[in-house]
């Protein structure tokens, strides 16, 4: 159990949950993640499931769904109740475009020489606005386990912070680039290293691993030691989960507060699906 004397991480449950009518939410664990029943993401949504779909999101930073065998169609449908549909801002990626602008494939066998998002990442951070949120479909998993994903909730690390490096970081921005995955010519962009969800009102951390280059205006070594503090910080157990994938499964969370990172221990085995991305509605804002 993590035992911070001060600024202890306020978890999911401790925000009054809902009771959901037109679906269930089955939290993975304190933090963050909660796999979603009751919808057959193959047919329209109703009003009120669209409400508290969305509802799940925002509370949950991560959301699953199981045994949703959905087309293309499909997963444009669902995730455009959340906003506009976007594209991919890297130049060199390791994920390739479908005939669909809007559908990415992500697929990985024995001749892939890596997999997308190794390290603990918010999509596209580099970008002026980044993805809202990204959909991830995968329809073969491999058949012995592995190809988990992690998510952590960057909310219940800031609380853990003591009020000293809150009020540190708190006016700080931090430069993120993204030639570092993506190649040159893949924007770079400055954001608040603390920022403020437009939706929940909470504050997160907003630096990572993958595209954070450094904290703007302070020195070199400050800034690396301050960043992987952080990176550490953010990714630690206490509020983290683990998916472990079946065919047909869905995970769909929001870059504005989870981070994630995919464990590629499955080599030479299949690992295959689709992403979609919600277009960002402004970009991140201080905390
Ligand atoms: O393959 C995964 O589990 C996640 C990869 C990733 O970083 C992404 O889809 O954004
Ligand atoms: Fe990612």
Not at 210 to 238: C, M, Q, W
Not at 252 to 267: E, L, P, S, T, V
Request: charged share 20%; net charge neutral.
């Amino acid at each position: 159990m993590y035992t911070a004397t001060i600024g202890a991480p306020i978890s999911t449950r401790d925000i009054q949950r809902p009771e959901y009518r037109s679906l269930t939410a089955t939290p993975l664990s304190p933090h963050i993640g909660a796999e979603i029943g009751g919808l057959d993401l193959t047919k329209p949504l109703s009003e009120q499931q669209i409400t508290e779909l969305k509802d799940a999101f925002v509370r949950y930073q991560v959301i699953f769904f199981r045994e949703q065998q959905i087309s293309h169609e499909d997963q444009i449908r669902v995730a455009s109740h959340f906003g506009p549909l976007g594209q991919h801002v890297g130049k060199n990626t390791i994920s390739k475009p479908t005939d669909n602008p809007f559908v990415r494939r992500f697929h990985y066998d024995e001749t892939s020489d890596r997999v997308s998002g190794e390290n603990w990442h918010s999509d596209q951070s580099c970008a002026p606005m980044p993805p809202l949120g990204s959909m991830l479909y995968l329809h073969t998993v491999p058949p012995d386990g592995g190809g988990d994903t992690l998510f952590a909730s960057t909310y219940a690390a800031y609380d853990a912070l003591s009020e000293r490096m809150k009020d540190y970081l708190g006016g700080l921005t931090a430069t993120h680039d993204g030639a570092r995955v993506f190649g040159p010519g893949t924007p770079k962009s400055s954001h608040p290293v603390i920022v403020r969800h437009p939706e929940s009102g909470r504050r997160g951390i907003f630096v990572s691993w993958d595209f954070t280059s450094h904290i703007d205006g302070v020195p070199k070594a400050e800034s690396d030691a301050i960043l992987n503090f952080l990176y550490r910080h953010i990714g630690r157990d206490e509020w983290s989960c683990r998916f472990r994938w079946r065919p047909h499964s869905i995970a769909f969370w929001d870059n504005r507060c989870a981070q994630h990172k995919a464990i590629w221990d499955y080599w030479p085995n299949i690992r295959s699906g689709f992403r979609v991305q919600i277009e960002g509605t402004q970009a991140p804002i201080a905390g």
